[in-house]
């Protein structure tokens, strides 16, 4: 019994295989990246929000502690908490008036002041890209660096302002968009 070989006139027989072993990784790779881009997008909003709830207290006359619970509030959903811990990657700031800084969070992390009016109070939220989660875990799986390369910064930091007693007025960093006329402005921005 004869045993008959298919032959095949396909030249790129091998070529396909090999183009696959380097195709799928590079796939891959742009997968994670694409993921670990949208996480970073949803825990920038949390910090935007954390931020402005964090002024309305603060806002209240709250002290640091109360303002730093209610921003743990905002990023429990994203398993982060403002620590005290040197390298936790979190800090909030309070600034009442033209001096008093309050801050509570990584010392590493600067906090420069603001000038700002004497009936307001600003408060900023910073969360590092190397911050850890509450569980201890990284909070982005980025050993190589690729969300500082794509976003130019090492970490997400947003301000939120208030005068006491009247509404909240979101800023941050520097860059401030007009939302109407009624002199609120909203922002968010990376550091």
């Avoid at 502690?65 to 800090?91: D, F, M, W, Y």
């Avoid at 420069?112 to 850890?132: G, H, K, Q, Y």
């Avoid at 982005?140 to 939120?160: E, I, N, P, Q």
Wanted: charged share 20%; net charge positive; with cysteine.
């Amino acid at each position: 019994m004869r045993q008959h070989r298919r032959q095949t006139n396909n030249p790129r027989r091998g070529f396909q295989a090999v183009e696959l072993v380097f195709a799928v990784p590079i796939l891959v790779a742009v997968l994670v990246v694409a993921l670990q881009c949208g996480k970073a997008m949803v825990i920038r909003s949390g910090v935007v929000q954390a931020a402005t709830v964090a002024a309305r207290e603060a806002g209240k006359d709250a002290g640091i502690a109360e303002v730093a619970q209610a921003v743990n509030c905002v990023l429990a959903v994203h398993g982060i908490a403002v620590s005290e811990r040197p390298g936790s990657g979190t800090k909030v700031t309070v600034q009442a008036g033209r001096g008093n800084v309050q801050e509570y969070g990584d010392p590493g992390i600067p906090a420069p002041r603001v000038a700002i009016r004497a009936d307001e109070t600003l408060v900023r939220v910073w969360v590092n890209f190397d911050a850890r989660r509450i569980d201890g875990h990284r909070l982005f799986a980025d050993s190589c660096g690729a969300l500082g390369l794509l976003f130019g910064t090492k970490g997400f930091a947003a301000g939120a302002l208030t005068k006491r007693g009247q509404a909240i007025r979101v800023a941050a960093e520097g860059r401030e968009a007009s939302a109407g006329q009624d002199g609120q402005r909203n922002a968010s921005n990376t550091y």
